[in-house]
């Protein structure tokens, strides 16, 4: 096998073999190369023969190949698609250039974020009545890494919730809210599509400024005896025990200084292994980290828009 690969980098670093009486073409978009494109440095530009095809198929343009390698990872950014990604699709063998296998390119933004980190939607994700139009997620929960290929980490699921719609509650949630009131500071989201009710299943997810035995996850730093705390372990409750625990958070609530705050989550969003990190990848979030005010004193409405001229 290692003889087998070392003969791929022999003959990836050769001059890529025509057949006599025929212009050469790229094999995908079949347009002509012309030989100064096969001497060409710009890397773009570029014509290549990068794995052990030969005749027809032997020279792709670099950014056709690229191109190619990207349409691979547009759904799922998983440690599979990336080796599907880095092996020629005809002969099987690694996609070589130089001697240097051919990964495909993977922005470090992908990875870059983590708990407390705000997932803005950009016009990849615009239009009324989708999912996310003018959406800002706060990444709330992500499992440890699964998988390394090469420099990349691909975790596993990740969820967040919605903090930019703000909706009322009824029956039994709100009497809880009501009640909580008195000494909170509570407002009550569509948090995202997962058990949000669009299929008669309701569950609510809990974030509080102030920690408590069953929110003891950190996802903002406190700052002047406030900070931002999750569920921990992640999960989601019914409506009852969210109303429950409504009121129990209301005996925990800080005596003295701000009021606490309490905020209620009808839904929940969520990515499998890979998806975020994909969609990403095709711009369709931008990134940032989130603040305190971002949560707690921005207007629901006006987020969106002040993160992007920001």
């Not at 794995?51 to 343009?61: I, Y």
């Not at 800002?136 to 930019?164: F, K, S, W, Y």
């Not at 019914?238 to 989550?265: D, Y």
């Amino acid at each position: 096998l290692k003889s087998a690969q070392n003969l791929v980098l022999y003959m990836a670093s050769m001059e890529p073999w025509r057949p006599h009486g025929e212009d050469p073409v790229c094999r995908f978009c079949l347009e002509e190369i012309q030989e100064a494109e096969v001497n060409e440095e710009d890397s773009a530009a570029r014509t290549i023969s990068p794995c052990a095809c030969r005749g027809t198929a032997a020279l792709v343009h670099m950014s056709c190949l690229r191109r190619w390698q990207t349409s691979l990872l547009e759904r799922r950014l998983t440690d599979e698609a990336l080796q599907r990604a880095a092996i020629c699709s005809v002969c099987r063998e690694p996609l070589v250039l130089d001697g240097i296998a051919l990964q495909p390119p993977v922005p470090e933004v992908v990875r870059a974020w983590q708990p407390g980190t705000l997932l803005v939607a950009t016009e990849q994700l615009e239009g009324e009545g989708r999912s996310f139009h003018h959406s800002v997620i706060l990444i709330c929960q992500t499992d440890v890494a699964t998988a390394r290929i090469g420099p990349l980490e691909l975790g596993g699921p990740v969820r967040g919730v919605d903090i930019t719609r703000e909706v009322a509650v009824d029956g039994v949630l709100l009497e809880a809210v009501e009640a909580a009131r008195q000494r909170l500071a509570v407002r009550t989201f569509a948090g995202g599509p997962v058990c949000g009710g669009r299929l008669g299943v309701v569950q609510c997810v809990r974030l509080s400024s102030f920690s408590s035995p069953c929110h003891s996850a950190k996802l903002l730093e406190p700052h002047d005896s406030q900070g931002l705390f999750g569920p921990s372990p992640w999960r989601a409750w019914s409506v009852q025990e969210t109303a429950q625990a409504a009121m129990e958070m209301l005996e925990l609530a800080p005596n003295s200084g701000p009021p606490g705050h309490l905020l209620l989550f009808k839904g929940h969003c969520a990515w499998g292994r890979g998806q975020l990190e994909a969609e990403i990848r095709r711009g369709s979030w931008a990134l940032c980290y989130a603040e305190l005010a971002d949560v707690l004193e921005t207007p629901p409405r006006e987020l969106w828009r002040r993160l992007m001229n920001s």
